[in-house]
């Protein structure tokens, strides 16, 4: 028998493991293909995950930074505290204003006095709103005042070099014939100094002709004090009343600066003389009259103030002065008349302060440098 023969007895065999191998090998490829597919899924969803992970943490990260501020320059503070002169204490309470405001650049905040105010005025209201009691409040704001006022008196302020730069609304004094009257510039802007027109004590309105020397000294914000020599160009009728025309100068005087800033102002006040009663061994007593007179302040300092009033006062007087705030909080202080001027039938009051209470001087700090809510 032909071995080939035999071979070819099972033809159908032969087809059946062909078919076999065909079928399964096809079911595996098929299963490959979704199991790769399935794992470019998964692959292509991480990748996603990552890039949008990637990019929140970059967002936050860069948010963060610009959130943050940059590291402050205790070089600098340390420095400033030097000039300054400032206290332990003080020193503390200048690292609490700076940094309770996010300052980066103390040196810039000296030196700009919006930045300043802005610093201080945030830390006065941090201080009332998180004060335990009444004493600790009156503590705390006393040391921040007493920062205010050195730093007011140590940064040099801005300077005036023509009557062109005197803001509108600023109290000064118009000087003629060696006669002072208190008067306030209306506008600088034209071609004139505008100022209001004063008044006699008979009340009627001062006359100058023109060409008239006439004397104008005023005080800034930061306290300097500036005087120029200057003409009356004419007398004007305006809608706030009679006004003085002076001829424009650039030939401006430097005055020696006032201690303390003032803030003109319109406070409703009262006052009581007081007499100094001497019980000898160098011992005194204050009696206060009980009569009550009334006037306005027109402005005022920790310093001192000026009062308008009716009531006829000599220099030397002493005067305890009181005015109430709109949180009905009395502010009461002992005073002494310097001077005093006429203004139409009324007296002005230049007071001296000679004792004050420390909340009634925290008050008046925070009438002048505007932090107080009115």
Not at 19 to 42: H, L, Q, S
Not at 172 to 180: E, I, K, M, R, S
Not at 309 to 324: A, D, H, M, P, R
Request: glycine content about 6%; charged content about 25%.
């Amino acid at each position: 028998m032909n071995i080939m023969t035999g071979l070819t007895m099972f033809p159908l065999q032969a087809v059946q493991v062909t078919d076999f191998w065909r079928d399964k090998g096809g079911d595996d490829a098929k299963f490959f293909a979704v199991g790769i597919g399935i794992v470019i899924v998964i692959l292509i969803i991480i990748n996603v995950l990552r890039t949008k992970l990637k990019l929140s943490v970059l967002n936050d990260s860069s948010q963060t930074a610009s959130r943050s501020p940059r590291r402050f320059p205790v070089f600098s503070f340390h420095k400033i505290v030097r000039n300054l002169g400032l206290t332990r204490e003080q020193a503390k309470m200048l690292d609490f204003v700076f940094r309770s405001d996010g300052a980066t650049d103390p040196i810039r905040s000296l030196n700009t006095a919006a930045l300043l105010d802005r610093h201080f005025k945030r830390a006065y209201r941090i201080i009332e709103h998180t004060s335990i009691s009444e004493d600790e409040m009156t503590e705390k704001l006393s040391v921040l005042f007493a920062i205010r006022n050195i730093i007011e008196n140590n940064v040099v302020g801005a300077t005036a070099t023509s009557t062109r730069q005197i803001p509108d609304n600023t109290a000064a004094v118009l000087t003629v014939n060696d006669l002072n009257y208190p008067v306030r510039v209306i506008s600088s802007k034209g071609d004139s100094l505008v100022v209001q027109n004063p008044t006699t004590n008979t009340g009627e309105p001062l006359r100058l002709p023109r060409g008239s020397k006439a004397g104008i000294s005023f005080f800034t914000k930061t306290n300097k004090g500036f005087s120029v020599e200057s003409r009356v160009l004419g007398i004007a009728e305006t809608a706030e009343g009679q006004v003085l025309q002076l001829v424009h100068s650039g030939q401006i005087k430097k005055l020696s600066n006032r201690r303390f800033r003032r803030r003109q102002t319109v406070i409703s006040t009262s006052f009581f003389f007081v007499t100094v009663e001497n019980l000898g061994r160098k011992k005194t007593r204050l009696i206060v009259d009980k009569r009550r007179f009334s006037g306005n302040i027109l402005d005022i300092s920790i310093g001192g103030c000026s009062i308008k009033t009716n009531t006829s006062v000599s220099s030397g007087q002493k005067l305890k002065i009181e005015f109430t705030r709109e949180d009905h909080s009395i502010v009461a202080a002992l005073g002494e008349v310097l001077r005093t001027n006429k203004s139409g039938m009324s007296t002005i009051m230049h007071v001296k302060f000679i004792k004050i209470p420390r909340k009634s001087l925290n008050t008046i700090n925070a009438v002048v440098y505007e932090y107080a809510r009115d």
